[in-house]
Nanobody, 127 residues
Framework: QVQLVESGGGLVQAGGSLRLSCAAS????????MGWFRQAPGKEREFVAV????????DYTSSVKGRFTISRDNAKNTMYLQMNSLKPEDTAVYYC????????????????????WGQGTQVTVSS
């Protein structure tokens, strides 16, 4: 059974840092794109960051560029999101997601492209 499990969320003051992890099991995710999305209260889920299978290609939503870094360790079947200089507007539930098929250098920003989702981890940034 495919499973994505996020961890690392919490409460942090503005300007602080958090590192999210997404542990994957039950599937061959080492050859597929994986990404992070977030959903704030009353808002739609939005794209945050994505990595192709090797980490050689990444993309970010403009609001997090220069502050967030996506990475992955395929030997551990784990993806990370290092979040620095956090702002109150980064407050949301963060979800990791994975594509089921080999995706080469492709990266996807649309949630509909992803086949598997984690349960989410709450990130709260206080001002």
């Amino acid at each position: 059974q495919v499973q994505l499990v996020e961890s690392g969320g919490g409460l942090v003051q503005a300007g602080g840092s958090l590192r999210l992890s997404c542990a994957a099991s039950g599937g061959a995710f080492t050859r597929s794109a994986m990404g992070w999305f977030r959903q704030a209260p009353g808002k739609e889920r939005e794209f945050v960051a994505v990595s192709n299978w090797s980490g050689g290609r990444t993309d970010y939503t403009s609001s997090v560029k220069g502050r967030f870094t996506i990475s992955r360790d395929n030997a551990k079947n784990t993806m990370y999101l290092q979040m620095n200089s956090l702002k109150p507007e980064d407050t949301a539930v963060y979800y990791c997601a994975a594509v089921s098929q080999y995706s080469g250098m492709h990266v996807y920003t649309e949630s509909g492209k992803y086949d598997y989702w984690g349960q989410g981890t709450q990130v709260t940034v206080s001002s």
